[in-house]
């Protein structure tokens, strides 16, 4: 309840806090920056930043392949904002219709009346899925698409099968419905979680089939198809095509989480398309928002969808998000759609991912005490370094010891670093095996571009581990 004014009390107008404009933000240089960060977004995060050697970059532009920071440096993206970046960035084509879609003032709150934006990104969402995956729900994250797609197969598979199979080692976002099938200690942090999760080891369909024998309660299984948080980890075609007749065979709903996987990465628009098999839900994200905003799509059969909220009575059960479909948004990602394929950007992901991964074999083949396992398709790729922490010389261990824990066994911490001190390349680490660091680039990626990348890592690699720990140990104490 509002407290009534006094009588005859003024209005006073209210003092301005100590607000920074615009303009302040973008003069900010990076000790101001830092001190923000440290003291309002993340003080412990500086931490990781300083070990990686991040905290000391500005990034003023970014277009296509390149970040540029404060000096002008221009820094190679391999890292894509974990799949978030398949048109690079600030695609010219992506900037002109948002640019138009402004200019126009169309409305971006879709909940009194429809979008005609939203209504045709769902069009071309559905004119991309195969079969009946064509009933789509529009958010902004990908937690909250897989969030919905959760919601969808439970209501769908109804309350006498309440259980929902996951994997080990999954990754499908930090709210906490996702949170509770997602498999890793840290981020599941102890909070209290849902308890109908039955984990299943990735890609064992004995183990699946196992697991819907003895509960019969279990209504959901969901799975990212690659597995990308776990470190680039995909199952072969037998599996799936198993797990489709075990869950027609026992009735279950069939959720496949394409939020990293999807959208082209892999070379097919869903990486399930590889394998010829159609699940009953599936999810979009990152990539949707065309690398300049935030767009997410739940896609479902239209008879799950109908069975969860068919009716008037049961249609606002999950929807109207307040952002859902908003207007800009859903534009980009609409043009987004169009321009993966008229650019041939899907099929560039198959051939460059395909070249990529033959360069990384032959550096394999030339430092097999280093690197262990390539793997992956198109351009969503994972290389696995040998675990060093026991070979390494007696001389460096002391001063590996004192490095962070995560960093200590590991290798991709070091090369990483160190490719973006001295070659000016980013890549991405893994949080569930800190051994593996993955790669992926846009999806306008050119030949080009992996050369320079492995040249980079190929002159990394060459100075060996011992001199590679060594810099980047001087690099913490410099
Ligand atoms: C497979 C998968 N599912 C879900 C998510 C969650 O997406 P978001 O971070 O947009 O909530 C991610 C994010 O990395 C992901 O990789």
Not at 52 to 66: R, V
Not at 302 to 316: F, L, S, W
Request: aromatic share 8%.
């Amino acid at each position: 309840m509002q407290t009534p004014m006094p009588e005859g009390a003024a209005h006073a107008q209210l003092d301005k806090p100590d607000l920074m404009s615009v303009a302040d933000a973008k003069a900010m240089g990076v000790p101001a920056m830092t001190e923000l960060f440290k003291a309002h977004l993340n003080p412990g995060q500086l931490h990781f930043m300083k070990l990686l050697g991040f905290h000391k970059i500005k990034i003023e532009s970014a277009e296509g392949m390149y970040y540029t920071d404060q000096n002008g440096r221009k820094i190679l993206d391999f890292f894509g904002g974990f799949g978030s970046l398949a048109l690079g960035h600030n695609h010219p084509r992506i900037l002109e219709t948002r640019k138009v879609f402004q200019e126009e003032k169309r409305h971006e709150i879709a909940m009194a009346f429809m979008s005609q934006y939203a209504a045709a990104l769902a069009h071309n969402i559905a004119a991309c899925s195969p079969e009946d995956l064509d009933m789509v729900f529009l958010g902004s994250s990908g937690s909250e698409a897989m969030e919905a797609a959760l919601k969808v197969a439970e209501r769908a598979a109804g309350p006498e099968r309440p259980l929902v199979v996951y994997a080990e080692n999954s990754f499908h976002g930090k709210t906490k419905g996702v949170l509770s099938i997602t498999d890793g200690p840290l981020y599941r942090g102890e909070f209290k979680l849902l308890d109908n999760g039955v984990k299943v080891p990735f890609g064992d369909i004995e183990a699946v089939e196992a697991a819907f024998k003895a509960h019969p309660e279990i209504g959901v299984i969901c799975l990212e198809t690659v597995q990308g948080g776990g470190g680039i980890i995909g199952a072969d075609s037998a599996f799936w095509h198993k797990l489709r007749d075990l869950c027609d065979e026992h009735d279950v709903i069939w959720v496949a989480d394409e939020v990293q996987c999807g959208l082209g990465r892999t070379g097919r628009f869903y990486a399930f398309e590889h394998h010829g098999v159609v699940p009953d839900v599936t999810a979009l994200a990152k990539s949707l928002g065309g690398g300049k905003c935030a767009m997410a799509a739940m896609i479902a059969r239209r008879d799950i969808y109908m069975k969860a909220y068919g009716t008037p009575k049961t249609a606002m059960i999950h929807a109207q998000a307040t952002f859902g479909g908003i207007g800009e948004a859903s534009v980009t990602a609409l043009e987004t759609i169009n321009v993966l394929y008229e650019e041939g950007l899907i099929d560039n992901a198959a051939d460059t991912g395909a070249y990529l991964i033959s360069e990384l074999e032959r550096l394999q083949a030339k430092y097999p005490q280093i690197i262990k396992d390539v793997r992956g398709q198109g351009l969503m790729v994972g290389l696995e370094f040998h675990d060093f922490s026991q070979t390494l010389p007696a001389v460096l261990r002391p001063a590996v010891a004192m490095l962070d824990d995560k960093l200590k066994g590991s290798l991709s911490g070091f090369i990483g670093a160190l490719l973006l001190r001295d070659h000016d390349i980013l890549v991405a680490f893994t949080e569930y095996n800190r051994n593996v660091i993955r790669l992926e680039p846009p999806l306008i990626c050119e030949r080009s571009h992996v050369d320079r990348f492995i040249a980079g890592f190929d002159a990394l690699l060459g100075r060996g581990i011992v001199a590679i720990v060594r810099d980047f140990v001087k690099s913490q104490v410099s």
